[in-house]
Nanobody, 122 residues
């Protein structure tokens, strides 16, 4: 079971760090992705990190502002978000990818955690 945490209310320009932890399983062998869903919108890809942390990929909308990382020993994946904008407001979800997948398609992810709400005020 995956659990995302660390969301909250922050002013525009501020920072947050989200965490994704796995309980009852380990995702050390698979990529982990972050997605977000704003009210009334489709869930969209944000970032992904490969099983060993050696490769990352970001949506254009967050590139240069967000950083994804993982601590294999702690079975935790992080999403550092800097320079937050009101349009980043959404529920953020983490998900474990299928074996050998590390792309941006939601269909490539098997296990989804409960989301954490990020609200950015202007």
């Amino acid at each position: 079971q995956l659990q995302a945490s660390g969301g909250g209310l922050v002013q525009a320009g501020g920072s947050l760090r989200l965490s994704c932890t796995a309980s009852g399983l380990t995702f050390s062998n698979n990529a982990v992705g972050w997605f977000r869903q704003a009210p009334g919108k489709e869930r969209e890809f944000v970032a992904t990190i490969s099983w060993n942390g050696g490769s990352t990929n970001y949506a254009d909308s967050v590139k240069g502002r967000f950083t994804v990382s993982r601590d294999i020993a702690k079975n935790t994946v992080y999403l550092r978000m800097d320079g937050l904008k009101p349009e980043d407001t959404a529920v953020y979800y983490c998900a474990e990818a299928r074996s050998a997948y590390s792309g941006a398609a939601r269909s490539g992810y098997l296990y989804w955690g409960q989301g954490t709400l990020v609200t950015v005020s202007s």
